[in-house]
């Protein structure tokens, strides 16, 4: 297992897009979780999108279905977050995670990237 990287970060006005990028190195033959998460000052670290090695299911909270879509290429070892409509309130520093059977468990994710910032004007 190597740790995550992630790239893609920046800044955008309200109702932009952006695209995540996360190098990854899972064990694609066992069925693990990966995922992205944000962490905004002040505030705990959250999952925004999950899914597994095998099979792809996805999960995403409330806040962000229907903006965010998760995606990942086991040829490149990639994992991808696609958001959309962004808003203020989507502003903080997201992470890449790797290896967990437990997908919106966040304190259970081994691997951690280092994180990319997403700043969202009004």
């Known amino acids: 297992q190597e740790r995550p990287l992630e790239s893609g970060g920046g800044s955008v006005q309200a109702g932009g897009s952006l695209k995540l990028t996360c190098s990854v190195a899972?064990?694609?033959?066992?069925?693990?979780?990966m995922g992205w998460f944000r962490q905004a000052p002040g505030k705990g670290r959250e999952a925004v999108a999950t899914?597994?090695?095998?099979?792809?299911?996805?999960w995403y909270p409330e806040a962000v279905e229907g903006r965010f879509t998760i995606s990942r290429d086991k040829v490149k070892n990639m994992l991808y977050l696609d958001m959309r409509d962004l808003k203020p309130e989507d502003s903080a520093l997201y992470y890449c995670?790797?290896?967990?059977?437990?997908?919106?468990?966040?304190?259970?994710?081994?691997?951690w990237g280092q994180g990319t910032q997403v700043t969202v004007s009004p």
């Open positions: 995670a790797t290896h967990t059977r437990y997908c919106q468990d966040v304190g259970s994710y081994q691997y």
């Open positions: 899972p064990d694609w033959d066992n069925n693990y979780c």
């Open positions: 899914t597994t090695t095998l099979g792809g299911s996805v």
